[in-house]
């Protein structure tokens, strides 16, 4: 071959390099991994980069999973003490085994992380520990834990890092005292005293969990509502029965203004709504005052991309692409809510444009859901929203004392909303709190993602006795008010 044609194919061969992978995903959270073997299923070439010796990322090992965990068990403990006698069960010596508790909790997350790597080597996609960072658009740098690294290509990156909790700076976090949710899933005694700061979805189930085994938990909130992003009937409602039947004690519009530690006791202080201050003191002070994006370390600054001032959230296009072209972000990185089911939807999404497909997900009809008891669950647009549009709407509401087999379980606390377009009868919006709630929650999404009417879902027969027939009758309220049991 003459030596021109040997130096042209020297130099393709310089400039062109063959990607490893289809996608690298960086992070194994339930956008990252569902992503990935959505990314394998297609018959993409796949590998993901997980910093943390488990998958799963915050939601399996230290969020989603293990709060539930613990909720379920503290539910367990607070109906035998509180309503097994009503039902004809007698129990002597009822007490809580914390170590036990925590040991559940920490199996159950086992099981789970387990399970993802199951389906990675089922789907065979390839995975590496360390922290990925982006060395350019199509190379990912792995450094590990013993300083070591190795570089991978890929033609795709998805970056799907989550975020950590948010701090306070003028509040230590100390992780003994002064702590987040992280630290709240293993404390290995009940606390007599504890003080929550926030008063949203995590620190309202976590201080669930230790307010069903007897501690005394204070919620200081900076709002004058709880749940505040929901429907404010909603944070009305469960703000009455979680003071009623656990003894949780709110202080609503209070601002921290620090927080210090002095042997085994936290003083929190706060500003209430004329400016006076208040101190309280307890046991264990938990920061929930939100999550941040985690993109630290990502080498985002090699690429070209710049994270958003509030946030630190990664702004992306309709294709949840970021501005340099095959590099993708989804989950708690990018803007919305930071829901484990938002980031998975997310993930199938990208895999699929990748993949040459036209996915779609309608934001407006991802569900938020508060795992309390009862529980609280809502979505759509509410009441708030609409009129804010100036949306012309009707609503109608079913109490679940009026329920049957809320009766029946001893679970009447809260109700079921139904909101629908005043002229076309479209449900715009469905709020509930009471009994499986996160569960039931579903029928009205399916509904509205087809676009339904209130009065289809007054016409569907619902099974007798269940929670859902609830769904029913406050649609049936929100059409002509002809609700059957009320």
């Known amino acids: ?104 909790k920490d199996d159950v997350v086992a099981q789970n992380t387990a399970g993802i790597t199951y389906l990675f080597k089922k789907n065979k996609i390839d995975s590496f520990e360390g922290l990925g960072s982006f060395v350019d658009k199509n190379t990912i740098k792995i450094t590990k834990t013993d300083g070591t690294s190795e570089n991978i290509t890929g033609k795709n ?15 230590p976090i100390d992780k003994k005292r002064i702590i987040t949710s992280t630290e709240a899933l293993n404390i290995k005694e009940v606390p007599k005293t504890m003080i929550v ?76 709504a004329k400016g006076e201050e208040v101190n309280l003191e307890a046991d264990y002070c ?29 702004p992306v296009n309709a294709h949840l692409e970021t501005a340099v072209p095959g590099v993708y972000a989804i989950g708690d990185v990018i803007t919305g809510a930071m829901l484990a089911h938002k980031a998975e939807d997310e993930g199938v999404f990208v895999a699929e444009t990748i993949a040459g497909q036209k996915p779609h997900i309608n934001y407006n009809l991802i569900p938020g859901v508060v795992y309390t008891w009862p529980e609280v669950a809502s979505v759509g647009y509410t009441e708030e929203q609409l009129k804010e549009k100036g949306v012309k709407y009707k609503a109608g509401s079913f109490p679940f004392k009026a329920s049957g087999r809320a009766k029946a379980s001893m679970d009447t606390d809260g109700f079921v909303k139904v909101l629908a377009d005043e002229a076309t009868d479209e449900i715009l919006g469905v709020h509930m709190i009471g009994p499986r709630a996160a569960d039931m929650i579903a029928e009205a999404v399916v509904a509205m993602e087809f676009r339904a009417s209130a009065e289809d879902i007054a016409r569907i027969c619902h ?5 859902t027939e609830a769904i029913k009758e406050a649609a049936m309220a929100a059409t002509a008010n002809r609700a059957i049991h009320i």
């Open 286 to 314: 938990i920061v929930a005052v939100g999550r941040t994006a985690y993109t630290a370390g990502l080498g985002l600054e090699n690429i070209g991309i710049k994270t958003e001032e509030r946030g630190n959230k990664i």
């Open 1 to 104: 071959m003459p030596y021109f044609y040997w130096g042209l194919l020297t130099l393709l061969n310089k400039n062109f390099i063959i990607m490893q992978y289809d996608v690298i995903i960086i992070g194994s959270g339930p956008g990252g991994y569902v992503s990935a073997i959505r990314c394998a299923q297609l018959g993409l070439k796949t590998a993901v980069i997980e910093k943390y010796k488990t998958f799963g990322g915050t939601c399996l090992n230290v969020g989603c999973i293990p709060s539930k965990a613990l909720l379920d068990s503290s539910e367990h403990y607070h109906n035998a003490a509180h309503t097994f006698t009503t039902h004809g069960i007698g129990l002597k010596d009822l007490s809580v085994d914390m170590p036990q508790m925590i040991a559940r």
């Open 157 to 171: 990156i998805v970056i799907a890092s989550g975020s950590k909790p948010t701090a306070l700076p003028f509040l």
């Open 463 to 467: 099974a007798h006795p269940t929670y």
């Open 197 to 272: 700061i926030g008063g949203g979805v995590i620190g309202l189930e976590l201080g669930s969990v230790y307010a069903r085994l007897g501690t005394k938990v204070s919620v200081v909130e900076y709002l004058p509502s709880i749940i505040a992003t929901m429907d404010a009937g909603l944070g009305k409602e469960l703000q009455r029965v979680l003071k009623k039947s656990l003894g949780m004690e709110f202080f609503m519009g209070h601002k921290v203004t620090g927080a210090t530690t002095k042997g085994k006791k936290v003083t929190v202080s706060a500003l209430n």
